[in-house]
T-cell receptor, first 110, second 118 residues
Framework: AQRVTQPEKLLSVFKGAPVELKCNYS??????LFWYVQYSRQRLQLLLR??SRESIKGFTADLNKGETSFHLKKPFAQEEDSAMYYC????????????FGEGTQLTVNP | DTEVTQTPKHLVMGMTNKKSLKCEQH?????MYWYKQKAKKPPELMFV???????INESVPSRFSPECPNSSLLNLHLHALQPEDSALYLC?????????????????FGSGTRLTVV
């Protein structure tokens, strides 16, 4: 079975502060990990894929297989980062089944 | 065209009505998906189509009937729904269902149809 856990439902930081959204996963093989973002009244958008090791909008995420984590980080949060963030996992043997965590609502205060 | 387009954006239907949700993409993606999302909850997978064939049905009640007429279109036919079926229905697409050595490319989601069953 594959499972994604985002321990924080709500996260509030001040503008300019660092932010880390936690994601832990459970999967016995080699998973693919993603971060999706959903801004208010907008569609779900792909933010990051672990395999591409890219930085989008200042966000980065590193897959730590030892800790089975894929935390999302940004050194200086901006107000426009306020959104719902979902961590998602796709297993190599699960076909196209994408499993989402429960999501973390990030609020960046001025 | 890099979008998944869903129509209608909003739909209100009675429990005896029959309606259809439509989804369209022109990115050449060969996998298409239906997800259901309740408020403040993550999307839940309902159906997966690969090369116009149904490959996953997540034990969805038969009052939801998917259809994939061609590689660009995906429909979800609704009949005799219940009020608890009210939700945001999301369509998504991806290049395929297999993960290559370069990994998959994530899914592209539509903006959804907000369905209310009265």
């Amino acid at each position: 079975a594959q499972r994604v856990t985002q321990p924080e439902k709500l996260l509030s930081v001040f503008k300019g502060a660092p932010v880390e959204l936690k994601c832990n996963y459970s999967y016995s093989g080699s998973p693919e990990l993603f971060w999706y973002v959903q801004y208010s009244r907008q569609r779900l958008q792909l933010l990051l894929r672990h395999i591409s090791r890219e930085s989008i909008k200042g966000f980065t995420a590193d897959l730590n297989k030892g800790e089975t984590s894929f935390h999302l980080k940004k050194p200086f949060a901006q107000e426009e980062d306020s959104a719902m963030y979902y961590c998602a996992l796709r297993g190599e043997t699960s076909g196209s089944r994408l499993t989402f965590g429960e999501g973390t609502q990030l609020t960046v205060n001025p | 065209d890099t979008e998944v387009t869903q129509t209608p954006k909003h739909l209100v239907m009675g429990m005896t009505n029959k309606k259809s949700l439509k989804c369209e993409q022109h990115m050449g993606h060969r996998a298409m998906y239906w997800y259901k999302q309740k408020a403040k909850k993550p999307p839940e997978l309902m159906f997966v189509y690969s090369y116009e064939k149904l490959s996953i049905n997540e034990s969805v009640p038969s009052r939801f009937s998917p259809e994939c007429p061609n590689s660009s279109l995906l429909n979800l036919h609704l009949h005799a729904l219940q009020p608890e079926d009210s939700a945001l229905y999301l369509c998504a697409s991806s290049r395929g269902i297999r993960i290559s050595t370069k990994g998959s490319y994530g899914y592209t989601f539509g903006s959804g149809t907000r369905l209310t069953v009265v």
